[in-house]
């Protein structure tokens, strides 16, 4: 069973702060790896995708990626109120069948503290 | 950039009356589709995948079915409704030449 495990929260951070959002997958041989945010009642949207190891960075969102550990985990600085949402991390899981979807977490809800 | 429309936005029916939620997609061409469900407060089911005309596959066994008439059209019914097919339904596109996953709006299902 090809799993991508995520600690479902609520996660509670002071406004200004930074939020620091962990995931762990199962397959070795996933190469993509997505952060998805979900606002409550909406569908996800996408963030950020990363595919090498080490950092990569977009505004206040860095997500970044150790293929060795089998981590991904993305940081959201100066944390804003209307980042309140919940934080879907999604793999690749490598197949021959032409399936190609990802596979989710359970997600993390973030709270933003004003 | 592609577009995933889906209608209706939010859907209330009674206990074994059929269902048929359309999604469509714009600004891409052979995409493989997806349908989701997403429970109250739970994580996302992939429920079928399509990756061309008239090819579904199911992931579980349930009271649905999907069908492809057209490459960018992807529809899911029921002939009779349950009270656990209540949720929220995510229709989902991975383009043919990459790899990330874009969602349609969704549509909010309320069986009573």
């Known amino acids: 069973q090809k799993e991508v495990e995520q600690n479902s929260g609520p996660l509670s951070v002071p406004e200004g702060a930074i939020a620091s959002l962990n995931c762990t997958y199962s397959?070795?041989?996933?190469?993509?790896f997505f952060w998805y945010r979900q606002y409550s009642g909406k569908s996800p949207e996408l963030i950020m995708s990363?595919?090498?190891?080490g950092d990569k960075e977009d505004g206040r969102f860095t997500a970044q990626l150790n293929k060795a550990s089998q981590y991904v985990s993305l940081l959201i600085r100066d944390s804003q109120p209307s980042d309140s949402a919940t934080y879907l991390c999604?793999?690749?899981?490598?197949?021959?069948?032409?399936?190609?979807?990802?596979?989710f977490g359970s997600g993390t809800r973030l709270q933003v503290q004003p | 950039s592609q577009t995933i429309h889906q209608w209706p936005a939010t859907l209330v029916q009674p206990v074994g009356s059929p269902l048929s939620l359309e999604c469509t997609v714009e600004?891409?061409?052979?995409?493989?589709l997806y349908w989701y469900r997403q429970a109250a407060g739970r994580g996302l089911q992939l429920l079928f995948y399509?990756?061309?005309?008239?090819?579904i596959s199911s992931e579980v066994p349930q009271n649905l079915s999907a069908s492809r008439p057209q490459d960018r059209q992807f529809i899911l019914s029921s002939k009779k409704l349950l009270l656990s097919d209540s949720g929220f339904y995510l229709c989902?596109?991975?383009?043919?030449?990459?790899?990330?996953?874009?969602f349609g709006p969704g549509t909010r299902l309320l069986v009573l």
């Open positions: 999604a793999v690749n899981i490598p197949e021959d069948t032409g399936r190609r979807a990802l596979t």
């Open positions: 397959d070795r041989g996933s190469q993509s």
């Open positions: 990363i595919y090498s190891n």
């Open positions: 600004g891409t061409s052979n995409p493989n």
């Open positions: 399509s990756v061309g005309i008239g090819q």
């Open positions: 989902a596109l991975i383009s043919w030449n990459q790899e990330t996953q874009y």
